[in-house]
């Protein structure tokens, strides 16, 4: 019984809760993130590199001519998708550089408050006539 009670105090505390909640808004987060990528930034870059659209990079693996990776999932063919792989790691850099940007601005937030609270405690008591 001790065992469960432990439990219930470990699920309810707040760092659990925060960490549930970060992971709810992660996995939206990361929805807008692939919409980014995929629908908004590598349409542009695919027209400056030619009519390319990199989710369409792909090498069959066994030799079987295919026009599409869709073709070659639905004939059940293998392939190296390095297309997707490439949308991938600009996912990723674009999360990367919002988690930059949000843990820069928190960090300043935070020196400010800092500063503030040091300036408040450094000044002297003033004495009443």
């Known amino acids: 019984m001790k065992i469960l009670e432990e439990f219930k105090e470990f699920a309810v505390k707040g760092n659990v809760m925060d960490l549930a909640i970060g992971v709810v808004i992660g996995a939206s987060f990361q929805k807008i993130i692939n919409s980014l990528v995929n629908d908004i930034i590598m349409p542009p870059v695919g027209a400056l590199m030619g009519p390319v659209n990199f989710a369409d990079l792909f090498i069959s693996l066994s030799g079987e001519e295919v026009t599409s990776l ?60």
């Not at 300036?119 to 009443?128: E, G, H, L, V």
């Open 70 to 129: 869709a073709d070659a999932k639905a004939k059940g063919v293998p392939t190296l998708n390095y297309g997707l792989f490439i949308n991938n790691i600009f996912e990723f850099l674009i999360i990367a550089w919002a988690l930059f940007m949000l843990v820069k601005v928190m960090n300043r937030l935070r020196r400010q408050q800092e500063r503030k609270e040091a300036k408040k405690d450094a000044k002297p008591a003033q004495k009443k006539k």
